[in-house]
């Protein structure tokens, strides 16, 4: 039997062991008082633990430091909900964002207090700080009270910023509602990214026009593992869509890696034997035997063994009737990003030659994206 799901390594984190690399890290910065779900935001988002399973987390004694890889390299820094400005041990600058997390039935004023104290520091070192306010465990509450508990969690924040000083009023402050339970998290925590992400205007771009030449209602550039979306088209992002794409990122997550070669593992890479069960490295030549669908009747078939040196699965799926005569297509584009797009059903099954010839040019794209940007956050550092 496999390791539990959330103990598994992730097809991103296996193929690409960046943390050997010295790169510069973007930092974030989580905050907020004791049990307000700080860990449990991190475990769910990037160590796949089950949302269930984090009323098991231990408190946090002291600062976490958790590497992610995406388009850029980031570290999440968890911080102990006593934590102050004078007893952090890094100065604020050094963050680009904060996101304070406060549970959305506690209108008490410390956390209130404690959030205002963080704003004021942070914006007398860095006026560009992005500031972040997670009203988390959102589901606890019903529709009306969440609306009524966020709007006057909001106010209060609001209100005491002006009586620090009528300059703060002005602060930029993003409120989220969020929840482990749902793909709220997922929706906020990915718009704390794009914030970071210089490039993003460009994979914006190369979605947009992705979404003109297929006729697609709505693209993604989601990252595999935390199923957190980089980049989006133009387009607005309704909850439904996001709720499909996450759904179905998470399935063939979780199938993925059930689809395991029996050929012996390739002696050089040494990918398959590291991680039992898990999908294969997309730069790796598949085995006959990964030349099969591995996921599902839709998979394209990969490219042969020998010819070819690149493996990048792909998977459709109707969503009929939910969409009548719409298909949610899938396609890895780099070892951690896969696209996820709406495509007209006709198109996708009469027009298949022009969606893949759009996929292939949208994968050079990204990879050149993701190559420029690796290649500042590795020089940054130099
Ligand atoms: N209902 C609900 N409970 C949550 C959610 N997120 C976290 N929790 C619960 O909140 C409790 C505290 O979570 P933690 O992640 O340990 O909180 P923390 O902020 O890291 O706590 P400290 O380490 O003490 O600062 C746990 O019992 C979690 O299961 C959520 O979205 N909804």
Redesign the pocket.
């Known amino acids: 039997m496999g390791p539990p799901q959330h103990q598994q390594q992730s097809y991103s984190n296996v193929v690409k062991p960046k943390q050997d690399v010295a790169v510069h890290r973007t930092k974030v910065i989580l905050l ?1 008082t ?8 991190l475990q769910v988002l990037f160590k796949n633990l089950p949302p269930k399973q ?2 098991y ?1 231990e ?2 004694m002291r600062v976490t430091k958790h590497a992610f890889d995406t388009v850029i390299p980031l570290e999440i820094w ?1 911080c ?2 006593n934590i102050t400005v004078d007893t952090l041990e890094a100065p604020l600058s050094d963050f680009s964002s904060i996101v304070f ?1 406060i549970d959305i039935r506690d209108l008490y004023q410390q956390p209130v207090a404690k959030l205002v104290e963080f704003i004021v520091a942070a914006c007398q070192v860095n006026r560009n700080i992005n500031l972040e306010v997670f009203v ?2 959102a ?2 509450l019903q529709e009306d009270d969440k609306i009524e508990n966020f709007r006057q969690i909001h106010e209060r924040v609001m209100d005491r910023l002006a009586d620090e000083s009528p300059e703060y009023e002005q602060v930029p402050l993003n409120f989220h509602l ?4 749902d793909h709220s998290l997922q929706e906020a925590f990915s718009r704390v990214v794009h914030k970071l992400i210089d490039s993003l205007p460009y994979l914006e771009d190369l979605l947009n026009v992705f979404c003109s030449n297929t006729s697609s209602p709505k693209a993604f550039l989601f990252d595999t593992t935390s199923k957190l979306y980089v980049a989006t088209d133009a387009s607005p992002v309704d909850q439904a869509t996001h709720n499909l794409c996450c759904d179905y990122l998470q399935m063939l997550n979780s199938f993925g890696p059930l689809y395991k070669s029996n050929a012996s593992p390739d002696p050089r890479s040494g990918v398959f034997s590291s991680v039992p069960g898990a999908p294969p490295h997309p730069n790796t030549p598949p085995t006959p035997a990964e030349s099969l669908d591995y996921l599902s009747s839709n998979l394209d078939p990969p490219p042969s063994a020998s010819a070819k040196p690149l493996f990048y699965p792909s998977a459709s799926t109707s969503l009929s009737p939910s969409h009548p005569g719409t298909t949610l297509t899938y396609h890895l584009v780099t070892p951690h990003l896969a696209l996820l797009a709406l495509l007209p059903t006709t198109v996708y099954e009469i027009r298949r030659g022009l969606v893949e010839w759009n996929v292939v040019w949208f994968r050079e794209g990204v990879g050149e994206i993701w190559e420029v940007e690796k290649e500042r956050s590795e020089g940054e550092l130099a």
């Open positions: 907020g004791r049990r307000s779900g700080k860990t449990s935001i984090t009323f987390l408190p946090t968890d102990p909900g997390v988390h465990k589901e606890k969020t929840s482990v339970y």
